[in-house]
């Protein structure tokens, strides 16, 4: 079973501020999903890597397989990235997320 | 592209009655669906995999008698709550692998469904 940590469990910025969440694991990945949940629940996919880094915007994502660490980066924030941010992480050879219990980032004017 | 959705977004129902919930990919056909539930300041947790034309895989624990999973057409997954009581009360979430994908690394996440049981 993958044990996913994530890191701070609460995250409360100024506008502007660069933001950053861990997330790590323990067992061997084939990919890594961030998901961004808004308050009313609904979920959108962020990123999918399974090395290196993505870009999207002002957002950035890392991973490190062999260390077993992925971050998730936001430049500039803005209130309105204000949501819950999940990192799930997919088994090697598997078709099953497993969940992080989220990362709550409220961002202040 | 990729989109999912689910209909509806949310319901109340009295205790005892069934539910549909459906999800559809709107722009890409899905081998595979997932269902997840979430439960208030909890991970999402996988209830089932539901493969097009074939049997849901349900995960240890969820009762398959009592959420039925069908995946009719490579589209739309539905998943039905029977007699649902309120401790089904949730967050039900679906997402969709896209067909031909070797791996099921790509995962399109619908929107959710709030379920409320009185």
Known sequence: KNEVEQSPQNLT????EFITINCSYSVGISALHWLQQHPGGGIVSLF????????????IATINIQEKHSSLHITASHPRDSAVYICAPLGAGSYQLTFGKGTKLSVIP | GAVVSQHPSWVICKSGTSVKIECRSLDFQATTMFWYRQFPKQSLMLMATSN??????YEQGVEKDKFLINHASLTLSTLTVTSAHPEDSSFYICSASPLGRVTYNE???GPGTRLTVL
Request: cysteine-free.
């Open chain 1, 13 to 16: 910025a100024q506008e502007g």
């Open chain 2, 52 to 57: 097009e034309g074939s049997k849901a895989t």
């Open chain 1, 48 to 59: 999918m890597l399974s090395s290196g880094k993505k870009k999207h915007g002002r957002l």
């Open chain 2, 107 to 109: 995962q399109f996440f």
